[in-house]
C-alpha cells in the first residue's frame, strides 16, 4: 500500500513512538486533508489530540500499527477480524521504494552492528547509504529523499517489524535465532518465523544467513538463493581472524571490535555486500574508522585500575555469555537481572560453571534473585542488589585489581529505565563518577 492509497479513506495510528510520530509526520506532508486518529496506551505527546482506547480504531479503513504493538493482541486481532487493514510504517517505505537497493537486517543479536559495519564498509567504498530502521530513523522520516541520491540502503528490522512485512529487501540477513520477545509474539516458534518472514516475499532476493546458528541452519529450504557465512566456503572465522573460501582475508588485529560474537558480525556485513554487488577492495583500511556502538559492549575505561564495559543491550543470557567471553582472561564481575521475560539462563549457569573468568555476579531487580538462584554450583561470589548504584557499588568491592566490571544484564530493563539506553546511560555515569575515589 501505497500513501497515495490512504487518500480518502479513514486512517489510524497505533503507537506513537518513533515511528508513530514518523508516519504521522508524513500524513500531514504527503495527505493533508487527511486527519488520521491517534491512538496511544501511554502519556499521550504535547500538543496532539490522542485517544487511549484501541477500540476506537474499528473505525478506521486502515491502522498503521507501530512496532511495539503486537500485532497479535486481542484489540489487533479484533481490528483485522472487522475488516480494517492493518500495515506499518515499514511496508509504506517499501511500497514507495521498490526497486532501491536495500540490505535488511535481522536477528537476535547484533543486528545494530552488523547494520552500522555494512554502511561503514559500503561509505568507505564511495556509495551514498542510509542506514535506517530499528536503529534509530525510522524509515517513513526518509521518504522524500531525491530519486538517485541513495545507492545503498541499509535497515536494521526487528521481529516486531518482520511479522507483518509485505515486502522483502534485496538481500536479507538473518544473524542468528534466540529465544526472545516472547511476551509479543507468544511463542519462541512464532518469534522465529516472524523472523524469517523478511526472505518470504521476492523470489529472486539473496538470504545471508549464519552457518553456526542451529536453528538457522534447521530451516535452510526458508531462504532464497541462500549465501551462507560462517561456512568453510564463504567467510568465516579462523584464529587469525577471518577467511574467505578459506583463504585469509582480514586479519584479527584490524578489526576493532571485541569478541568472538562480533567476527560473525564482521563475517555477515562482508557476505551482505558481496551478495549486494559490493566490492570492499581493503576491508582493512575500511574498518579502521569504526567505532562500537553505544551499549553494546562498549568500553567506558578505567577508573581505579579496573574496566568498566557497557553491555546495556545484552537482553537475553547469550549476550551475556558472549560478552563475558570476550574479556577472558580478566577476572570479572557480571551484573545481571532487569524485566524477566522467562529467558532460560542455563547458557549462563554451564559457562560459569565451565572454569570461566567471571569470579562474581551482582543481580539486579526485578529477576537478580532468579537468575542467582538458577546458577547453581558455579564458582563465583554472588550478591543481590537494591539498584543499579548498588550494584556497582557492591561489584566494586568484589572486583580484584585488574579486573573488570560488565554490565551484561541478560535480561530488559525494568520498572528503573525506559529501555536499554537509559540503562546504560546511567550505568556511564555512575563508572564516570568513580573516578580515583578508593574502593568500598
Known sequence: MRFSELEGLRVGIW?????????????????????????????????????????????????VRSPGISRYRPEALRLAGAGVRLTTGTNLWFAEHP????IGVTGTKGKSTTSALIAHLASAQGLRV??????????????????????????ELSSFQTSDLDASPRVGVL???????????????????????????????????????PAIRA???????????????????????????????????AIPLAGDHNLDNV??????LEAAGVEVADPAAALAGFRPLAHRFEPLGEAGGVLY????????????????????????????????RAQDYAPLADHLGAGSAVVGVVGMPANGPAILARLGDAPVAREMAD??????????????????VLLSPGAPSGDDFADFQVRGDAFRALVADIGDRPAP
Open 15 to 63: 503507537g506513537l513512538g518513533r515511528e508513530g510520530l514518523a508516519t504521522a509526520r508524513a500524513i500531514g506532508a504527503r495527505l493533508p486533508g487527511t486527519r488520521p486518529l491517534l491512538v496511544d496506551e501511554g502519556a499521550p505527546p504535547p500538543g496532539l489530540e490522542v485517544s487511549s482506547d484501541p477500540a476506537d480504531l474499528l473505525a478506521c479503513d486502515v491502522v
Open 99 to 102: 526497486d532501491a537497493l536495500t
Open 130 to 155: 542510509r542506514l535506517a530502521g530499528n536503529i534509530g530513523t525510522p524509515l517513513v522520516d526518509l521518504l522524500d529523499e531525491v530519486p538517485g541520491a541513495v545507492d545503498l540502503w541499509v535497515l
Open 175 to 213: 544473524l542468528n535465532l534466540y529465544r526472545e520477545h516472547t511476551d509479543w509474539h507468544g511463542t519462541q516458534e512464532r518469534y522465529w518465523d516472524d523472523k524469517l518472514a523478511l526472505f518470504a516475499h521476492r523470489p529472486d532476493m539473496r538470504s545471508v544467513v549464519n552457518a553456526a546458528d
Open 219 to 253: 530451516r535452510a529450504g526458508a531462504f532464497p538463493h541462500p549465501v551462507w557465512f560462517r561456512a568453510p566456503e564463504g567467510f568465516d572465522v579462523a584464529p587469525s581472524g577471518i577467511t574467505r573460501a578459506g583463504r585469509p582475508h582480514l586479519a584479527r588485529a
Open 267 to 272: 563475517c555477515a556485513a562482508l557476505a551482505a
Open 309 to 340: 564495559v557497557n553491555d546495556s543491550i545484552a537482553t537475553i543470557p547469550e549476550a551475556t555469555v558472549a560478552a563475558a567471553r570476550a574479556l577472558e582472561p580478566r577476572p570479572t564481575v557480571l551484573l545481571v537481572g532487569g524485566r524477566d
Open 387 to 404: 539498584d543499579l548504584p548498588d550494584a556497582v557499588r557492591r561489584a566494586r568491592a568484589m572486583v580484584p585489581p585488574g579486573g573488570a
